[in-house]
């Protein structure tokens, strides 16, 4: 025996085509996704923190290949965690490259490394930049750093000035484009302009990007609770990049590193 039910309706749907609808109502974090953002950020520099141990015990001659491949393991805890995206690893010229391929270029003292790395915890992602000179008795991610080229210190003073100044002076009320200028007129009067040739930033969350976009094209209106990079480089064709980046959230209307 079936029963069929007959059920009608004067209720009429209509669906609405709406540009990005979802990018934008998850532009702004819950005080729960931040929790979750700020503990995937510090899981990911305790990653950086075991591939910086690597590299002073073992990485010396490691290439590019094969430094990646450690970056994996370490950035993941051997696997317990899933990145975000596959690391950048670049020394020297490749680091001129904003999204540099790994290659077998071998690890030496004295060298450029940049490396480019994130983990996901509970689907939230980390992202971060550090740009190191290579001393094998002593080398760090951290962001003070005493390269043995002139040049290169140069560069990355430049570029962590403009970062720095970036994050201390955002605020809640700027617009997006605002913010890159922040970094990006700390690079135009330091006479390198035309080698910062990305964004200054993009949102961090489910995704590894996210609105907003920190650009200079970007009038979104910078509000509390939102999480987005502040990543500004310099990037010398043939010759060496550097980049630094952080994760920020705007926390009583200003910028905070997670």
Do not use: W
Not at 40 to 47: F, M
Not at 140 to 147: A, N
């Amino acid at each position: 025996m079936y029963l069929i039910i007959l059920i009608t309706s004067n209720l009429k749907t209509k669906f609405i085509n709406k540009q990005n609808f979802s990018k934008l109502k998850r532009m702004i974090k819950t005080n729960d996704e931040i929790k979750l953002l700020k503990k995937a950020s510090i899981l990911g520099k305790k990653g950086f923190d075991n591939l910086a141990n690597y590299i002073r015990r073992s990485g010396l001659k490691k290439n590019e290949k094969f430094l990646n491949f450690k970056a994996q393991e370490k950035m993941s805890n051997m696997g317990e965690y899933e990145l975000s995206f596959d690391p950048i690893i670049a020394i020297n010229k490749n680091a001129a490259k904003p999204h540099a391929l790994a290659s077998g270029k071998k690890l030496r003292e004295n060298d450029l490394l940049l490396v480019d790395a994130g983990i996901k915890y509970k689907r939230y992602c980390s992202d971060r930049t550090c740009t190191s000179f290579v001393n094998f008795d002593n080398f760090s991610f951290k962001r003070k750093q005493k390269f043995k080229k002139n040049k290169h210190q140069k560069i990355y003073e430049i570029v962590l000035k403009a970062q720095k100044t970036a994050i201390k002076k955002a605020r809640v009320g700027m617009k997006a484009l605002d913010i890159d200028k922040l970094a990006r007129d700390v690079i135009d009067k330091a006479g390198y302009g035309k080698y910062f040739i990305h964004s200054t930033g993009h949102g961090v969350g489910l995704d590894i990007h996210e609105f907003p976009n920190i650009n200079s094209k970007s009038d979104i209106v910078i509000e509390e609770n939102m999480v987005f990079t502040i990543e500004p480089g310099i990037y010398i064709p043939n010759e060496f990049g550097v980049r630094i980046e952080d994760s920020i959230v705007m926390l009583n209307k200003k910028a905070k590193i997670l």
